[in-house]
């Protein structure tokens, strides 16, 4: 059996007593695109979040390119995209700088950057379509520009397994169509996504595989499209623009 | 005579120009960590640190440093923790620090007023040993802020990319934190205890009136954080006043000057962003790849222009020409 990208075993996860995650199993093989999906509550954003190591777990078991989260060092394999609304904080920052960020796993201590850390800023910039805009401070740019900024931030890891949590939440359709673009060409070169999402939107044609989650256990790990069975789990909310089609219809 | 003749002004303007660095870089951390009043609790911590010095006969520079690293990693951890309660427990650390400083100078038969010079600054106290402690904490503080920025920035910018990104996040935080305390305990010579947050925060509040970067932002902060604080001590050499209270003065005027010109600045960026998109000039630019047509239904708003009706979409104008939509 090849190796899995992520391995999730019985994870059971308590925020404030309330049992959030209950025995979930999920195995991700490399190159696999597989999307979280589950009404609000039902643990997805918290799934991801364990699986990268942000949230303890009570019980069962996390390994990323087989090796039990609690030993895994090889955080330069593994890029994250977290769930915000903004990219900004209390002091300004451009674009690149914020990008830069994302070689951290890969830079020793007092080291400048290195050419290649260049090369690779600038392309996970391109790849985003921010090329322009690199030098502006991220806080001037629209919520679905800053979002992009973040998913540039993990691209510029380089990493074998993108986590995105929910990226295109509160994105502008020409955001997210960006954002499709960027993830077919990171697909194509044979890397592996997790990402949660609320809608499939434009990434529908790129998801191998649906994960629904409900009230903390798997309800649905399969092909799409979802059966009709768990369809209303999937697909909870109410959409903003009427044009938008559903994942489901 | 000039000022530099004198010895106890030449220690005065090391402290003053060390203090005007390594103030405003970890300075510019907390601020953009949302803590700009952390250096502001450490000050009242550290008081505690200097009466138990006077009450002890050890330097009060060594007890400050010690009781203000304790204080300042309580509140880290406070924060970590991130529970509503945090300001309270916060509070109650800042009161207790002044309450334990002035209450331990009584139990040493001083008085508050022997307090004085640690408050606000004074220039006669800067004693030779302490010049080597204040230039070393000092340096290091430097060095650190500076050698560690990626580090730091990716810290206080996003903490779960950073755990993500497999940096030790909570061995930074604590750092950042011990890194506020010792600043404040070399401060207190030039600033004071109360007005050293000022000098944390002001140069960088001023400096990013004019930045948009990270590095811009920071390097500015340290340039005008070291113009406040020496001519700052030059002025209140000359007119004899608590140098915390010039220093801060005039770092205050200094925003007070950078604040329009920066909001003019912004107003001429977002002028020079606009006019450079080909979509508000006059040069035919058809949208990108588009998902629907635009019709009463689509929900994205219609504006009427001229001859035809726009669709406020993201932001833009699209209008329909043939089968395309243009960029109004």
New interface residues.
Partial sequence: MSQCVLDVRNAQVRLDERLVLNGIDLAVAPGEVVAVLGPNGSGKSTLVRAAVGLIPLAAGEVRLFGTPLSRFREWARVGYVPQRTTAASGVPATVREVVTSGRLARRRLFRPLTHADRESVERAIELVGLTEQADRDVEALSGGQQQRVLIARAAATEPELLVLDEPNAGVDRRSQEAFARALRTFVASGRTVLLVLHEMGPLETLVDRAVVLDAGMVAYNGPLPVPLSVAGLAHDHVHGDVTERGLFG | MSLLDYDFMQRALIAAVLTGLAAPAIG?YL????L?LMGDGIGHVALTGVAAGILTGFAPVWTAALVAIAGAVTIELVRARGKASADVALAILFYGGIAGGVLLIGLADSTPADLHAYLFGSILTVAPSDVWTIAVLGAIVIVLCV??R??L??V???E????????PVKLYSVLIAVMAAVTVTVSMRTVGLLLVSALMVVP?ATS?QL????????TLALVLGVAASVSGLVFAYHVDVAPGASIVVIALAGFALAWPVGTALRRV??AR?NGEDPRLGEAHVAA??H??RHSE???HPAVEHEDHTDYL???HLHAQHGAHYDEH
């Avoid at chain 2, 601020?31 to 949302?34: E, N």
């Avoid at chain 2, 930045?211 to 920071?218: I, S």
């Fill in positions: 510019t601020v953009q960590r949302r700009a050698g560690l990626p580090q920035f990716a206080c910018q996003d779960e990319f950073a755990r993500v990104a497999g940096l960088v990013q930045t948009r970067g990270f590095k811009a932002t920071f960026r977002a962003i990108e790849s998902p629907h239904q689509c929900g979409h993201d932001g």
